[in-house]
């Protein structure tokens, strides 16, 4: 097995167990915030052996550096200790929901093989910001024009919700 | 991409900046001290000898080292813990991609580049690395269960995210200019000169140009031809790294010490060094960005080596290029250094409400107009592509 | 891969970009309005910049609506952004969905700035966010790419979390934006993922390319297919996947709730017809039995629960359930002519809802929704001319003849019925029948029992007596005239429209 | 390509089962939008695999987007966290229960 493969599988059980840890913990909102963090950056480490380095990068600057930030800003903001949250009663329909779905993941995984696609060659500079940047330019420039109005509808709308007070 | 190239670079990189930290804390109590008329440090001494007080690093990280290490009641241990490493690991990391000389071959070897680590995305890779170091001081005051630290970590947080957007977008005429995201490929096209007046043939306003106005040359060097991005660059940079006069979330007037308020010891220590090893990695950067990086004004690799050749071969030509660029980096980022520690001391600690005005509604706007300029600028110099 | 742009028709751009530019122009317009004395001669005030911006934000949508007709009386077929890459296009189908959803958007505006000032939450920024929902609509329902499908889906819902949660000091208001917000974004990466699996499985995310390798035996290819009909179900909140929408309509602002129960159920629609006409092409028969299932569930679960509601905003709620299980039938039989019966049943839909809804929000008052049963006891003595208004709308909605909704449901069900398709329409005729008892329980309050409680609020403004009137027009004109109608109303010809609509599709 | 295919897009099923079951499961506001996070990081991830196998870029400009987009929702579902929370305060699910789950 290649360094490469080997990092993939060590990132993929850190992303699964990090996963994990977000989703089980039931006390402590920030270590779950933690927890997603290196789930993203392991998620950024396989994109990088999947040949996406653009992709990764983003991934740690947008998604580690601003959004989770932006979680743990908020948890913080409203002071949310441990404490604040009852851990949740019912359990027994959360256990079959969870069984549910893992049957479902298993059935699908079982199956998957037969249904991929066969794995192309790629061209030496494939995923770098060149090519990428390319793409996003010329092939998707309409839904990267967009973009630039989601944001604003994003920052208007947050800005009417959480602003104390409007004009 | 060689991951193992990576590693090893970053081992390198690790133990150099980390040395040079303890260095850089002397340098800022000269310069402070210079500059309030003082004589700074000079006391610490072993048998009498105290090397203008260059053993006080030494001194601080004995008794750094010494002292309790307390952590809070109520604190999250483990989270405490983690986040003076958080912290640091960004800052020396951040290193690896900056290039301290340019490429070279000598005869019968294979062509290599004095760069931790080359990659193609290598400015990318420090802006990502940098939105990581926020964590470090995030963590750190909500794991302290300190009001003060909460304080400080969500002015630290806010501040940081802020400034990573503007830090980004001030530099994009810097990727127009040179068309590349690459440092090393950054330095070598910055390694030239351009014609101060050549925008008058450009634009047909003259024919050639003339004798005495073709002699009026600069280094293409970023602080030249985005003179606007180096100046929002370094705010924004200067801002990332929360010194003065962008330390609203330490500020010790109003919130104790911010964020890393109830760290003591050697843990304390991480987050001390921290910024000063972010100075070197900021020094570092704006010298490759705006400064020709390791190139030598009017003097290109390829003339130098051309000029030595006849004297002394091909080989040590290459060999004395090469320590010269070195050496040329080293002169730069030192300068760099020179230049953060003068605005630290010269500037008083902004408002918070102005640090995030600064952010938003001046450099923001200003970044975004800079980059059209600069794009109506090259297309009318190189035409549509 | 990488091709050269000289083909492009930014033309097919041209109603989003009016309306996405509208949004930035009473975003400014707010700015620099809100700080002066006055303003074309006259004082500025909270109501002034609230109603100059309404006028100018359905100046916008009716320039697109324009545009949009024009597309539709001169479109043969279809034209797109870029030939290599398609991203959106433009035909009668998109022409058609755009035009009613500025209508929608142009309904909201009118109503938005009285009653936003009975509630006091007159911000302008309310204009912007209709604007750049309006926009996500539009783009939505012209998108042939999965990746601007997905954008316009994002664009319209981002701006409505804020919308419902608008009243910002209202606590219903507050949760009604958390439960939209929750269930869109997970709906988000439900159909994401499956758009992910259909990229996995044909290698593009161009509707025609997805057609072409589309392998219905591929598992990639059905679970990537289910998934995206679920993530639109929860969409148009089709039975499973109902359960937010009686909550979410109930607390929103009732003007974004209408705009909620029409615009977004419109623009959901159509796209989710573009995906099963040109992405799947002829009809899947797994995909009809999953249409079948939801729409026989949502007639059912609609109607039997609107009928235990106490609130009438719930009840619409309910109601615009059991109307997406009328829709899904026409998606489950699959004909042209069930089509043509879908886009028909859109157009009568939108305003016998806005109707309604025009009537709640024109009896809102002292910072308060009126949308209890018991507010409505007696409306005909105080407000005469609202109650036979709202009579005539849920008249229609129960599908009454002489109104629009008789004759939606009869073209509908006659083509499923002529497709063999049995059950769907005996279910959705008992439903029908389940609904004549709480759509005319508030004829049988209005009419036969005296005013209690709080008076309603008794003068209606311009917008809203606009609206009102519009859509009373729209249902007795569609449901006395489908076809085409003496004078000068033999101009408007609905059903011959949707008919040339969906034959231009293919 | 360094690891099959069906390794690549099973990891991704994995995590977004994990985030589907926490979004559905959990009672805290901020952890059921970071699960939600999660669905769509699988989702990239599997964009990025299928991308790598077809050799096309598409897929990466598809995961830009769901960044974005991401980004965007963040910053409103925590506006309206933070709007509720002024309200009440509580951001457990279950104490909203002015209108009924």
């Known amino acids: 097995m290649s360094f490469a493969a080997g990092l993939f599988y060590v990132m993929a059980a850190l992303a699964v167990v990090t996963a994990l840890g977000m989703v089980l913990n039931l006390r402590n909102t920030v270590a779950g915030a933690m927890c997603l963090v290196v789930t993203m950056i392991s998620l950024a480490v396989i994109y990088v052996v999947l040949d996406a380095h653009f992709v990764a990068v983003l991934q740690i600057m947008v998604y580690a550096g601003a959004i989770l930030v932006l979680f743990l800003f908020v948890v913080m903001l409203l002071n949310l200790r441990s404490d604040a949250f009852t851990p949740s009663r019912a359990t027994a329909p959360k256990v079959v929901g969870a069984a549910v779905g893992v049957a479902v993941l298993a059935a699908f995984l079982a199956k998957l093989p037969d249904a991929l696609p066969k794995v192309a060659e790629i061209p030496a500079d494939f995923g770098s910001y060149r090519q990428v940047g390319l793409a996003l330019y010329r092939d998707y420039v309409v839904p990267f024009e967009v973009a630039s109005f989601l944001l604003l509808a994003a920052v208007v709308g947050a800005v009417v919700l959480a602003k104390r007070r409007l004009s | 991409m060689d991951l193992w190239t990576v590693v090893r670079a970053l081992f390198i990189i690790l133990v150099v900046v980390a040395a040079f930290a303890p260095v850089i804390t002397w340098v800022e109590r000269k310069q402070s001290a210079v500059m309030q008329d003082r004589i700074g440090a000079n006391r610490a001494d072993i048998g009498g000898i105290t090397v203008l007080g260059l053993l006080h690093p030494l001194a601080d990280v004995l008794k750094l080292i010494t002292k309790e290490d307390f952590v809070p009641a109520g604190a999250n241990r483990f989270l405490h813990a983690l986040a003076p490493i958080i912290a640091a690991i960004p800052a020396i990391i951040g290193f690896a991609v900056i290039p301290y000389g340019a490429t070279y071959q000598f005869p019968g070897h294979e062509p290599f580049t004095l760069v931790g680590a080359d990659l193609d995305w290598g400015l990318l890779y420090i802006f990502a690395i940098g939105s990581l170091a926020t964590y470090g001081s995030v963590l750190a005051g909500w794991a302290s269960n300190s009001n003060w630290g909460m304080l400080g970590s969500l002015r630290a947080s806010a501040q940081m995210i802020s400034y990573e957007v503007t830090m980004g977008l001030s530099v994009v005429g810097v990727f127009m200019v040179y068309q590349t995201l690459e440092l090393t490929d950054m330095a070598v096209a910055q390694d030239s000169t351009f014609h101060l007046f050549g925008f008058l043939e450009t634009f047909g306003l003259v024919k050639t140009l003339p004798g005495w106005l073709s002699f009026a040359q600069l280094p293409f060097w970023g602080v030249f031809v985005q003179p606007l991005a180096f100046v929002m660059f370094l705010t924004c940079i200067m801002a990332e790294n929360k010194r003065p006069p962008f330390d609203a979330p330490e500020g010790e007037s109003e919130i104790v010490a911010g964020y890393f308020m109830e760290y003591s010891g050697m843990r304390f220590g991480l987050f001390y060094m921290s910024e000063f090893i972010e100075i070197v990695v900021i020094a570092g950067l704006l010298t490759a960005l705006f400064f020709g990086g390791w190139s030598i004004p009017y003097l290109s690799k390829d003339e130098l080596i051309a000029g030595m050749t006849p004297v002394m071969g091909v080989g040590l030509a290459t060999a004395l290029t090469m320590v010269a660029h070195v050496a040329t980096f080293l002169l730069k980022v030192v300068i760099m250094i020179w230049l953060q520690m003068q605005i630290r001391w010269t500037l008083p600690r902004f408002r918070y409400d102005q640090i995030m005005d600064l952010c938003w509604k001046i450099i923001l706007p200003l970044s975004l107009v800079n980059i059209f300029v600069t794009g109506a600028v090259i297309l009318l110099v190189k035409g549509a592509p | ?506 | 390509m360094v690891v099959p295919l069906e390794h690549v897009i099973g990891l991704s099923a994995i995590l977004f089962t994990i985030g589907t079951v926490g979004a559905l499961t959990r009672r805290n506001l901020v952890v059921i939008l970071m699960s939600i996070e999660l669905m769509l990081n699988a989702v990239n991830l599997s964009l990025v695999g299928f991308s790598r196998a077809f050799g096309e870029v598409d897929g990466h400009v598809f995961v830009l987007m769901v960044i974005t987009v991401a980004a965007a929702e963040v910053a409103v579902g925590l506006g309206i966290v933070i709007s509720l929370f002024r309200n009440r305060d509580s951001v457990n699910v279950e104490d909203v229960s002015l209108l009924k789950w």
Not at chain 3, 133 to 154: R, W
Not at chain 3, 277 to 301: E, H, K, N, T
Not at chain 3, 346 to 370: C, E, H, P, Q, S
Request: net charge neutral; aromatic share 12%.
């Open chain 3, 1 to 506: 891969m990488v091709t050269s742009t000289s083909l492009v028709n930014p033309s097919v751009l041209a109603p989003f970009g009016v309306v996405a530019t509208g949004s930035l122009v009473v975003l400014l317009l707010e700015v620099l309005v809100g700080k002066r004395q006055s303003f074309l001669g006259r004082p500025v005030t909270r109501e002034f910049v609230g109603t100059l911006l309404s006028g100018v934000s359905s100046i916008f949508l009716f320039i697109a609506l324009i545009v949009a007709a024009q597309f539709f009386a001169t479109m043969p077929g279809r034209i797109v952004f870029d030939p290599a890459h398609p991203m959106v296009a433009m035909d009668r189908l998109t022409a058609f969905a755009t035009i009613l959803v500025c209508i929608g958007s142009i309904f909201t505006c009118w109503l938005a700035s009285t009653y936003l000032d009975e509630l006091r939450i007159h911000h302008g920024e309310f204009y912007a966010l209709l604007l750049l929902a309006s926009s996500g609509m539009v783009l939505l329902v012209q998108s042939v790419d999965l990746v601007t499908l997905f954008m316009g889906i994002e664009l319209m819902s981002i701006p409505i979390y804020a919308l419902a949660g608008f009243a910002r000091r209202d606590l219903r208001s507050n949760e009604s934006a958390l439960k939209y917000f929750l269930v869109g974004s997970f709906t988000s990466a439900i159909l994401l993922y499956g758009m992910a699996l259909l990229y996995g499985a044909t290698g593009s995310t161009d509707f025609v390319q997805i057609r072409q390798a589309f392998d219905a035996s591929n598992l990639l290819a059905i679970a990537g297919l289910g998934l995206l009909v679920v993530g639109f179900a929860f969409k148009v909140a089709a039975v499973p996947f109902h359960q937010w929408a009686p909550d979410v309509y109930e607390g929103a602002p009732t003007a974004v709730t209408s705009y909620m129960a029409v615009a977004v159920k419109v623009s959901a629609f159509v796209a989710l017809l573009r995906i099963a006409i040109q992405a799947f092409g002829p009809m899947d028969a797994r995909l009809s039995d999953l249409f079948w299932v939801l729409s026989a569930a949502s007639i059912v679960v609609g109607n039997v629960m609107a009928v235990i509601q106490e609130n009438v905003k719930r009840m619409l709620a309910y109601s615009s359930i059991a109307n997406a299980g009328y829709i899904l039938i026409g998606l489950a039989v699959g004909t042209e002519e069930a089509y043509a019966a879908v886009l028909f049943f859109l157009l009568v839909y939108l305003f016998m809802n806005v109707g309604a809804f025009a009537v709640v929000i024109t009896l809102a008052t002292g910072g308060k929704d009126r949308d209890r049963y018991e507010d409505y006891a007696g409306l005909s003595r105080t407000r005469p001319t609202l109650a036979a208004l709202l009579t005539l709308f849920v008249v229609a909605q129960a599908g009454l003849p002489g109104t629009g909704g008789f004759i939606a449901k009869f073209i509908l069900f006659s083509a499923a019925l002529k497709q063999g398709f049995v059950w769907l329409p005996v279910i959705a005729i008992l439903g029908s029948a389940v609904s004549f008892y709480y759509y005319l329980r508030l004829p049988v309050l209005m009419y036969t029992r005296d005013p209690e409680g709080a008076a309603p609020r008794m003068e209606t403004s311009t917008g809203e007596g606009l609206v009102l009137c519009t859509c009373a027009v729209a249902v007795l004109l569609l449901g006395l005239f489908p076809a085409a109608g003496p004078g000068f109303l033999s101009h408007f010809r609905a059903l011959e429209w949707v008919r040339e609509t969906v034959a231009l599709l293919g």
